[in-house]
Structures are given as C-alpha cells and as structure tokens.
C-alpha cells in the first residue's frame, strides 16, 4: 500500500509542476503607464542628488573623494552626504 501511496502522490506532484509551468493563455494583460516629460531646469540650476552611507568618521573620507572628482567632471550636479 505505501507503494501505490507514494506512486500517487509522484504522480499528483509531477502533474501540478507540469501545470505551473505551462504557458497560460489571455492571462497577460500589458499596461503601458505615460508619465510627464520633466521640464528642463534653469539656466545655472544644478540637480542635487543624495546619497547615504553606514560609513562614518574616517570612513567619509573616501567618498568625499570620490564626490570631489564625480562633480568636478560633472559640474552641474551636486551632490549631497
């Protein structure tokens, strides 16, 4: 008996894998979502980005590096520790 048992419950088990991954069809409904073109920003206006970091003491100074060389080569964007 726990042989057909066992035999029962692979078989269950193998037709529920087969039916999860079979294509479903008219399942898929495709949404296409049009949000606002940004408006362009002021002349001389610079984008701010935030950033964080678990780093503290000691450890900021490499960003701070880092953040020194990113707006020296991008000098419309500032950027916030």
């Not at 087969?18 to 073109?37: D, M, P």
């Amino acid at each position: 008996m726990p042989k057909r048992l066992s035999f029962a419950l692979l078989l269950i088990l193998a037709l529920l894998v087969v039916a999860g991954c079979s294509a479903q069809e008219g399942g898929f409904v495709q949404t296409v979502v049009v949000t606002a073109t940004p408006m362009p920003l002021p002349e001389g206006a610079k984008t701010v980005l935030r950033v964080g970091t678990g780093d503290s003491g000691e450890g900021l100074t490499p960003h701070f590096k880092i953040i020194e060389m990113f707006e020296a080569e991008n000098p419309d964007i500032q950027v916030q520790l």
